[in-house]
């Protein structure tokens, strides 16, 4: 079940499959040169290829989640200060 739902690039509800769906739009529309919305993809990118269902298993399927969430988390916070937040500052000056 683990690799099927968070492993698995051919089940559209799984952690790696949404993964991929971003890295492909996100690669559509370009990234800042010095953002940091690519490193914290690559580290989404890097949590899931290093995974295995025992690895999943052996660390805690409740850790691995929070783990994976605390790195989606900081994604987000990149997506936002890149892409909505870095053009704010040039009205306001």
Known sequence: MIEFVVLDTDFPRSLAYCVDGMERALGRIGSLPDGAMPERLAA????????TPQGILDLGLHEYLDDFLGLLADFGTALQSDYFEAHLGDDAQ
């Open 44 to 51: 989404l990118r890097r949590h899931l290829d290093g995974a």
